[in-house]
């Protein structure tokens, strides 16, 4: 098989060995990325006590997410147009730009800023790197190797805080903007050596009112939970203005779209089963994940007192679980060519996981926590691996990368809507739960609530706070039980379609 016979836009180059190499250097390029993601994590508290800025904390990771998640339709759609060898290099290189800026940073700005510049550079790499794997393999082997790309991503999930706690506490925290950096060096060597060039130079028409229009949509969304927070709730003025504004802009996005020549994200794929299914079900699974991964630490450090880098390691057998289920889903896809039975039966495991989940309290054993973190993997994995092989099988090529895109984009929002929903239910139910029991509760829970203050309180009250906290919790994963529900319902109505190539 050659590089000309699966991408017509591309020249002869070597065959088997130079997409062998391709992949490769595709593969580390997402580890890159993903990493980039991950590791900052166990460094923001000293980062803050070394550069102040404790108020700022949430725009660390708010600037990066929304900056990934704007990028990612606009990097699929140039690399539809150019090609991806000029946006994944495009791409290192404002990765690059945005980690040396964090990494002299000399205050909490500057490495906001950093951030938003380094999430751009992510979303395009990770976006970009999924797509080539579409260009270079018929459908019938893309599942094995998208099943491999989301193992990348879930090492980099646990490797990441574990690196990024390992570099503060034996060197200084610059060093985690810095320490990958090589890697991103040697895939852009190999990138530009191996990956062929486009030989269709037509000059494109960008259509940038589309471009600015998602965008404007695309933060109003992201904002909006970190409005609801900070600005007093869902009917403060604050949401109600980007509610409004969102609205707004998404009428005249569809206007644009359905009149540009070359629209950045087509109306018509909106008609396309696979990609509304596949899309609706990463949301709902992003909703749930996210969920899990933000609120189950605090259960763990608060109620069972684990420390904060144990509490970390329960992540480990949920990227376990994603890990093998991911790639064996990659693998089944392209033997047998089926593939809508995998979303239908993992969103399954999700929600059972997610209903073990909404049993914990107190008395509720380690073990039983860490398997229900392995049924959350297993759910993951398919989704991830199989929903972005489906997507690329249904479409026409030439909107290849802005399909991919697609996955990755509305599981980002999934992930920070969720997020912000749970927060807001755990938050007061924390405070209902705890009001008159701790100081402060009934004024924000999580605010005013922590593992020293807990073992702080006499036995009787750390047991009605614990139990108060973990009836909060419940609600949580009740959500994310129907969410996962909701999946598996949803994937049912994919229409599967054959995949070409042994």
Known sequence: MSLTETSAHYEEAPENVAVRLVLGAVAATLLFASLGQTIVSTALPIMVADLGGMDHLTWVITAYLLASTIAAPLAGKLGDMYGRKLVLQSGIIVFTVGAVICGVAMNMGMVIGGRAVQGFGAGTLIVTSMATVGDLLPPRQRGMAQGLMGAAFGVSTVIGPLLGGFIVQHWSWHWIFFVNLPVGLLAFVILGMALPRRDDLTKRKVDYVGAALLASLLAAVVLLPNAAQTAGGWGSPAVLVLITFGVLTTVGFVVAENRADEPILPMSLFRNNTFVVVNAVGFLVGTAMFGTITFLPLFLQVVKGVSPTGSGLFLVPMMGGLIFASTMAGRVMSKTGKYKLMPMAST???????????????????????????????????????????????????????????????????????????????????????????????????????????????????????????????????????????ACVMSMLLKELPLAGE
């Open 348 to 486: 399954g495991l999700l929600a059972l996981a997610m209903l073990v989940l909404t049993t914990i309290g107190t008395d509720s054993p380690l073990w039983l926590i860490g398997g229900a973190m392995v049924l959350v993997g297993l759910g993951l994995g398919p989704v991830f691996s199989v929903g972005v092989a489906a997507i690329q099988n249904a479409i026409p090529k030439s909107l290849m990368g802005v399909g991919t895109a697609s996955a990755n984009m509305f599981r980002l929002i999934g992930g920070a809507l969720g997020t912000a929903a749970f927060g807001a239910v755990f938050s007061a139910g924390l405070a209902r739960n705890l009001a008159g029991q701790v100081p402060g509760a009934g004024e924000g829970g999580l605010r005013s609530i922590g593992a020293d203050m807990v073992q702080s309180l006499s036995p009787e009250l750390q047991a009605r706070v614990m139990d108060g906290f973990s009836a909060a919790l419940h609600p949580v994963f009740w959500i994310a039980t129907a969410a996962a529900v909701l």
